[in-house]
């Protein structure tokens, strides 16, 4: 028991994981005490409801203060391809928009008054996956080229989409080591899906390419296609 307390305690400081030490009464173990604790205080019903209120409330606010698990790099002209891309990864994984990061996407932007480096730094960090949206002008935004750069700093899963006619020589420098994609081909949007299930904690929604899951996924990915042309 001692050994899988200190344990989770030490995920705490290291992985973020979130720790709910529930406690009996007035006793409260050493290894704990640091921690806000949670009480059972008898075996009613009513008392066992309220444990259970207060660790949902501990849980939700932890979730919502946790950095998006995809962060997606992109210059404000490619608004309409990052938006059918993230309408694709809706449609095939569970997934909130808390857990996108999308500068010009609504519902997906930084918080109002949030401090714009500071923020996107943390979320860079914090991401399972990022994303980069590669234009043949994408070597004029200075923000791109900090964000992929960061990506690839840290290092994480860095998938360089390449839009709008951009080659391989298009791609910012220090990611050309690695295999890029065009989401212009409906096929490569279906693999970049399965690449994002192979690489992340993310669940796939139903059977991949079975019933109307996979159908929404397709066509998702038709209309990805076209923009990423434009």
Known sequence: MLAQTGMAISREYTKNMLVLPVCLQDQIPNLV??????????????????????????????????????FVSHRHKDVRVARKLIALLRSAFHIAARDIRCTSVPGY??????????????????????????????????????????SWGLPKPTFPLRIRGATFRQVPEVLREKSSLSPEDVTRCIQLVEDVQRVSSISRKGH???GKGAAAVRRQAELLARVAKA
Request: charge should be negative; aromatic fraction near 6%.
């Open 33 to 70: 005490s640091a921690f806000h604790c949670f009480w059972l205080l008898g075996d009613s019903h009513t008392a066992i409801r309220k444990l259970a209120a207060d660790l949902h409330g501990a849980i939700k606010t932890h979730r919502e203060a946790q950095p998006p698990r995809i």
């Open 109 to 150: 932007t930084l918080a109002v008054g949030s401090q714009s480096s500071d923020s996107l730094r943390t979320d860079l960090n914090g991401a399972e996956i990022v994303m980069g949206l590669v234009g043949p002008d994408t070597s004029e935004s200075d923000y791109v080229l900090f964000e992929l750069g960061a």
């Open 208 to 210: 991949p390419g079975t």
